[in-house]
Nanobody
Framework: QVQLVESGGGLVQAGGSLRLSCAAS????????MGWFRQAPGKEREFVAA????????YYAPSVEGRFTISRDNAKDTVYLQMNSLKSEDTAVYYC????????????????WGQGTQVTVSS
């Protein structure tokens, strides 16, 4: 079982940047594909970004493409989400996720979830 702990959330003005980190207790480099999801109040949890275990392929939701960047450091068992040009609609709790396939990630069929970190963007 991989345990995930997010950090880096906070309050930022629109147009600003934040970098989220997700530290894994297990070895995510052993084949887990990693992703970020978010959930705003009153809305369903939605996919944000994903990266294959090798880092070779990356996927983004259309709403964040060009503004957010997902990366991973398997040696540190850590995944990152760099968020630039933040908008008020990016306000949500952000969750780190580990999945056994990218298809599973897109289906929200997740092996392990983090506890979430709040991101608030003020306009």
């Amino acid at each position: 079982q991989v345990q995930l702990v997010e950090s880096g959330g906070g309050l930022v003005q629109a147009g600003g940047s934040l970098r989220l980190s997700c530290a894994a207790s297990g070895r995510i480099g052993s084949g887990y594909h990693m992703g970020w999801f978010r959930q705003a109040p009153g809305k369903e949890r939605e996919f944000v970004a994903a990266i294959r275990w090798s880092g070779g392929s990356i996927y983004y939701a259309p709403s964040v493409e060009g503004r957010f960047t997902i990366s991973r450091d398997n040696a540190k068992d850590t995944v990152y989400l760099q968020m630039n040009s933040l908008k008020s609609e990016d306000t949500a709790v952000y969750y780190c996720a580990a999945a056994e396939s990218i298809a599973s990630m897109f289906r929200h069929d997740i092996h392990s979830w983090g506890q979430g970190t709040q991101v608030t963007v003020s306009s």
